[in-house]
């Protein structure tokens, strides 16, 4: 079966400290994986995504994030967070121009 | 920058009644989408639609949802009789090359 899991539903840091959001999929193949950001009564902004190739990938607002394949994960990082960071943020996965499929998400708070 | 457009951004209707959300993707996509997201829930898929027909739809999307491209660049989904648990925020999204762009949403409220 497809899916997607993000452990954490809650994480809280401390502005300037370091961030790992986790993420760990279930697919027959090597999917597409995408990280979106979702702040409160918006829609989502794509962060980064992985098709193929390196496996480490640059996104957005200073955003990394690593496919490892033989952990079935996509873990999403930041050096150091800022308080506007603070949001919902979803793992999903996609076989090319299908349905993406989604985590529940993990919300993170940003402490001053 | 090119974004997908959706009205209206809050729909308030009455159960039973119908409802069409409007989304404009992006100009030279050829992949649409919608998804919903419940309060609180995870987003969920609803239908795809590529080359003017349905390319994938999910058990959510029965005989009440259909979607339309009536002219080119709007990409409508319709409810025909709307019921309390449709009541989420619905989200489009366009695609060319395999990743999806989303528009802002429609808050959609059924009492």
């Known amino acids: 079966a497809q899916s997607v899991t993000q452990p954490d539903i809650h994480i809280t840091v401390s502005e300037g400290a370091s961030l790992e959001l986790r993420c760990n999929y279930s697919y027959g193949a090597t999917p597409y994986l995408f990280w979106y950001v979702q702040s409160p009564g918006q829609g989502l902004q794509l962060l980064l995504k992985y098709f193929s190739g390196d496996t480490l990938v640059q996104g957005i607002k200073g955003f990394e994030a690593e496919f490892k394949r033989s952990q079935s994960s996509f873990n999403l990082r930041k050096p150091s967070v800022h308080w506007s960071d603070a949001a919902e943020y979803f793992c999903?996965?996609?076989?090319?121009?299908?349905?993406?499929?989604f985590g529940a998400g993990t919300r993170l708070a940003v402490h001053p | 920058e090119p974004e997908v457009t959706q009205t209206p951004s809050h729909q308030v209707t009455q159960m039973g009644q119908e409802v069409i959300l409007r989304c404009v993707p992006i100009s030279n996509h050829l992949y649409f989408y919608w998804y919903r997201q419940i309060l609180g829930q995870k987003v969920e898929f609803l239908v795809s639609f590529y080359n003017n027909e349905i390319s994938e739809k999910s058990e959510i999307f029965d005989d009440q949802f259909s979607v339309e491209r009536p002219d080119g660049s709007n990409f409508t989904l319709k409810i025909r009789s709307t019921k309390l648990e449709d009541s989420a925020m619905y989200f489009c999204?366009?695609?060319?090359?395999?990743?999806?762009?989303f528009g802002p949403g429609t808050r959609l409220t059924v009492l």
């Open positions: 999204a366009s695609s060319s090359t395999g990743e999806q762009f």
């Open positions: 999903a996965l996609s076989g090319g121009y299908n349905k993406l499929i």
